[in-house]
């Protein structure tokens, strides 16, 4: 018989113990008495090796994810410069009235949101490798951001002389339990790629449901996006998918981006319990396949509503309240404090959290603007301690905060009265402040309530502008709206149809006013097939006039 191998430790001098590897074999002598050999093997390298394995993967892991902790906690860091710029350039464009400086504070402030969205690339991948990230299910209908997505990229594609399709399976139920935010990520990412990388030919979007558990409305999910682009070698399928690497060959000059794009992609997918596959040839363009597997149907439809919450920027006065700002950055507090210049507003600064209990105890302001990340004394024991006090606790705290992560936005909202992420805009500012202060408006009472109701994509706008408005201005116009339309970043429309409000007050067209405030609303609320019908209205209507 064979007994083994059996790991064991023998004794060695010095009182070191050598890991072996024994194995018994009972044999028998000339005389059949039984025996047992014994054969043993030193394992000392391979138990050192198999040790030094184990440890140089658990100190990979840590650093991927300090790197991964690192980096989502920089966002604060990187955040907080991009609040000055993209603050003062936005105060800037308001103030000048050269056009030439506009246009170059314009793609200033453009410039600063480009490289925010890259930063939010960077910090999604952080996110999601620090295991930070959650899914928000709730009822999505797919069908409106497929035809929203029609809508976004028709242009761009009829500009590259491309057919745009979007196919839904007429079997598709209304409503699922998906998280709308991460599902449009991953569709547009998608989608963009595929209109990026295909110069000649078509791009579709397709969609179908396929049933999984009747009983339990289960059902398969499956999203295809195909394209007659450049292509992607078999060689490639898999790398394209990897952070920072783009396909062999690709022109990062020519095409741009961070390489972020399909990871994201691939990890959210993944995240919500799906796969993504390529199947594409060099110069025969590309199928990217998602299929999210048991997804939900939901029996309650989602409901589109517009927010009655409304920035009116340039139309807002408050009541001479006193506000304090306790923020230990000079150049943010600046930007707050040219922001609310022209509002009516007693501003008090502090420079932490200890300080501004003292100046919050002596004057008792009507309300607090906290930045939750100080020295001396953070936003989040100050709040606490104000909080707790029965003199103190009635006032409204608004934190400011440059983070970004989700379990911090929890506990900040749960803390404060208010909540805004930097960069801080003045619209986000003012529209903060109304929630908490009384204010009065230049718009009278009727035309404030006709913007707070839901906007007909049907109506009409009068035809014809003041005639003071000149030929310049218009083109002007014209040259930003196809700006925004390309890029359809909602802070950019929102941004725009600030500006778009201020132009049509100082030329007194009642007509540019209330389109502008129609886009506004509808950005705000993310109503992307409004927003479209109101560009093409305000086109019309600016290309009449200079027609005239």
């Known amino acids: 018989?064979?007994?083994?191998?059996?790991?064991?430790?023998?004794?060695?001098?010095?009182?070191?113990?050598?890991?072996?590897?024994?194995?018994?074999?009972?044999?028998?002598?000339?005389?059949?008495?039984?025996?047992?050999?014994?054969?043993?093997?030193?394992?000392?390298?391979?138990?050192?090796?198999?040790?030094?394995?184990?440890?140089?993967?658990?100190?990979?892991?840590?650093?991927?994810?300090?790197?991964?902790?690192?980096?989502?906690?920089?966002?604060?860091?990187?955040?907080?410069?991009?609040?000055?710029?993209?603050?003062?350039?936005?105060?800037?464009?308001?103030?000048?009235?050269?056009?030439?400086?506009?246009?170059?504070?314009?793609?200033?402030?453009?410039?600063?949101?480009?490289?925010?969205?890259?930063?939010?690339?960077?910090?999604?991948?952080?996110?999601?490798?620090?295991?930070?990230?959650?899914?928000?299910?709730?009822?999505?209908?797919?069908?409106?951001?497929?035809?929203?997505?029609?809508?976004?990229?028709?242009?761009?594609?009829?500009?590259?002389?491309?057919?745009?399709?979007?196919?839904?399976?007429?079997?598709?139920?209304?409503?699922?339990?998906?998280?709308?935010?991460?599902?449009?990520?991953?569709?547009?990412?998608?989608?963009?790629?595929?209109?990026?990388?295909?110069?000649?030919?078509?791009?579709?979007?397709?969609?179908?449901?396929?049933?999984?558990?009747?009983?339990?409305?289960?059902?398969?999910?499956?999203?295809?996006?195909?394209?007659?682009?450049?292509g992607i070698p078999e060689d490639q399928h898999e790398i394209i998918f990897q952070a920072f690497k783009q396909q062999e060959g690709q022109s990062t000059r020519k095409y741009g981006g961070t390489g972020l794009g399909l990871t994201i992609t691939k990890r959210l997918v993944e995240m919500m319990n799906g796969r993504i596959a390529v199947e594409s040839e060099l110069g025969k363009g590309s199928i990217f396949r998602v299929c999210l597997n048991d997804v939900n149907i939901s029996s309650v439809h989602q409901q589109t509503t517009l927010s009655a919450d409304l920035d009116f920027a340039k139309s807002l006065v408050f009541d001479n309240p006193l506000v304090l700002l306790i923020e230990d950055i000079d150049i943010n507090r600046l930007v707050i404090r040219e922001m609310l210049k022209t509002k009516n507003i007693r501003l008090l600064e502090a420079v932490n959290g200890e300080l501004g209990l003292a100046i919050a105890r002596e004057y008792k302001p009507d309300l607090i603007l906290m930045d939750m990340q100080m020295p001396v004394m953070d936003g989040y024991t100050a709040t606490r301690i104000l909080k707790s006090d029965p003199d103190f606790k009635h006032i409204p705290v608004i934190a400011l905060t440059a983070s970004a992560m989700k379990n911090e936005a929890v506990e900040i909202k749960a803390l404060c009265d208010g909540y805004l992420q930097k960069p801080v805009t003045p619209g986000k500012l003012l529209?903060?402040?109304?929630?908490?202060?009384?204010?009065?408006?230049?718009?009278?009472?009727?035309?404030?309530?006709?913007?707070?109701?839901?906007?007909?994509?049907?109506?009409?706008?009068?035809?014809?502008?003041?005639?003071?408005?000149?030929?310049?201005?218009?083109?002007?116009i014209l040259s930003e709206l196809k700006s925004v339309r390309e890029g359809m970043i909602i802070d950019e429309i929102i941004s725009f149809s600030i500006r778009l409000i201020e132009t049509a007050d100082e030329c007194k067209s009642e007509e540019i006013n209330k389109i502008a405030e129609e886009i506004k609303i509808q950005a705000e609320t993310f109503r992307i097939d409004k927003l479209l019908i109101s560009f093409d209205k305000l086109e019309s209507l600016l290309n009449r006039n200079t027609a005239k």
């Open 1 to 230: 018989g064979r007994s083994g191998p059996i790991e064991i430790h023998l004794a060695a001098p010095g009182g070191k113990k050598i890991p072996v590897l024994m194995n018994l074999v009972l044999v028998r002598d000339l005389d059949q008495r039984p025996m047992v050999w014994s054969v043993i093997e030193d394992i000392s390298a391979r138990k050192k090796s198999e040790t030094d394995l184990i440890k140089a993967k658990e100190t990979a892991d840590r650093a991927n994810k300090a790197k991964s902790e690192f980096l989502a906690n920089m966002s604060h860091e990187i955040r907080t410069p991009l609040n000055a710029i993209l603050g003062f350039s936005e105060l800037l464009a308001d103030q000048l009235s050269n056009e030439k400086q506009k246009d170059f504070v314009n793609v200033i402030n453009r410039s600063g949101k480009n490289l925010l969205l890259l930063i939010n690339d960077i910090l999604d991948l952080s996110k999601i490798e620090a295991g930070r990230m959650q899914l928000e299910p709730e009822p999505v209908n797919v069908k409106n951001i497929l035809n929203e997505m029609s809508q976004i990229f028709l242009l761009t594609a009829q500009e590259k002389d491309l057919d745009f399709e979007v196919i839904v399976d007429k079997k598709l139920p209304q409503s699922f339990m998906l998280d709308e935010t991460r599902l449009r990520q991953i569709l547009f990412n998608l989608a963009g790629n595929a209109v990026k990388f295909t110069m000649a030919g078509k791009v579709s979007v397709s969609v179908k449901s396929i049933d999984k558990n009747p009983e339990l409305n289960l059902v398969d999910l499956i999203f295809e996006v195909r394209d007659t682009g450049i």
């Open 431 to 476: 529209n903060e402040l109304t929630r908490f202060l009384s204010y009065s408006s230049n718009l009278s009472p009727n035309k404030e309530t006709e913007i707070r109701q839901t906007i007909s994509p049907n109506s009409n706008a009068t035809s014809g502008l003041s005639p003071t408005i000149e030929l310049q201005k218009i083109r002007l």
